[in-house]
């Protein structure tokens, strides 16, 4: 086995420091962290100890000093007492806590058909302007409900083009996905123009299947989308049925209020059906509440 003063002799070889190895080494006593450690832990460091891990506390001192180390930009060196020595643990820093964090959030969201940008919204970076108020505090409302039971009521934005609300419920959609539940985020009108050249029949199934089932769907954009009966009855129809069956969270956004959506309803393409278009309107009726949000078009700053 090595010598201590031959282990950190070759230590300072590879970081081509020159001088005398253990001197050196005995340097890292006067480290801050160093000191603190051991002062913290008086009662149980031994002389002996301390002379057995002068490399250890001479590589602790040395990452503790060099912020640039790679190692010490992901994980922070900690020292701790390890049978007769005393050792050198890693742990993550909270930037890498943080980031492993939002990697396992971003997992949990589905955004379809809608910009990645909104995985960084969070809803602490909406601005409580009064005309957002009622929407926050519905929202905050569903969060509290939602967290005792995931057969919660979710809620219908509706407002003017540019008020804010797919960045709200983007900010709704980040929070739920970070407390560990599967989000479903789908741009209605991308989604139905894309229906029949994105999917063979078998794969459109189970993707109105999944939708019909993901614990949280968010519907942006409603009524802007151009519907054809078949669209309606069977794709949106079925999901909205399937949820409303199994009591699952659903959201909206519109620039319509339910009452307009309902005449887009009744008007596809090559016929007029108020009945259905009724029956469709019952759904959202039952999975959402209706919350108006105002204020100035954020698109267009003057
Ligand atoms: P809507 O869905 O109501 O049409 P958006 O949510 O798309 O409106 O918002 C319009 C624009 O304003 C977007 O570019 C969005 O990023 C921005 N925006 C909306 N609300 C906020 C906010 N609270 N803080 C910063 N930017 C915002
Ligand atoms: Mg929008």
Do not use: C
Request: glycine letters at 4%; zero cysteines.
């Amino acid at each position: 086995m090595e010598s201590i003063s031959e282990v950190i002799s070759k230590i300072l070889k590879e970081r081509k420091v020159q001088g005398n190895s253990v001197e050196l080494a005995k340097s890292s006593l006067q480290n801050p962290k160093v000191k603190n450690f051991l002062t913290t832990h008086q009662a149980e460091i031994s002389k002996d100890m301390i002379a057995a891990s002068l490399t250890n506390l001479y590589i602790y001192a040395q990452q503790v000093e060099s912020a640039n180390d790679k190692i010490v930009a992901d994980y922070q060196p900690q020292l701790f007492i390890n049978g007769g020595i005393i050792d050198i643990t890693y742990v993550p820093t909270k930037a890498k806590a943080l980031a492993s964090q939002e990697k396992q959030t971003a997992k949990k969201i589905e955004l379809i058909d809608l910009p990645a940008k909104l995985r960084q919204v969070k809803l602490a970076d909406v601005e409580q302007t009064p005309e957002r108020k009622l929407a926050l505090l519905e929202i905050a409302s569903f969060l509290k409900s939602f967290e005792q039971d995931p057969h919660t009521r979710g809620l219908y934005l509706e407002g003017d083009f540019g008020v804010g609300k797919t960045f709200l419920l983007a900010g709704l959609a980040n929070t739920i996905a970070s407390r560990g539940y599967q989000v479903s985020f789908l741009h209605v009108p991308s989604f139905i123009a894309g229906l029949s050249s994105h999917f063979s029949d078998n794969s459109l199934n189970q993707e109105v299947d999944r939708l019909a089932n993901v614990p949280v769907l968010i519907l942006d954009d409603i009524g802007a989308e151009t519907l054809s009966e078949w669209s309606r009855d069977d794709i949106l129809g079925v999901i909205l049925q399937k949820r409303m069956d199994n009591v699952l969270p659903t959201f909206f956004s519109s620039n319509m209020d339910m009452k307009q959506l309902e005449e887009h309803f009744a008007e596809t393409r090559n016929n007029l059906d108020e009945v259905k278009a009724k029956r469709l309107m019952e759904r959202v009726r039952f999975l959402s509440k209706e919350v108006f949000v105002d204020g100035a078009n954020r698109r267009n700053p003057s």
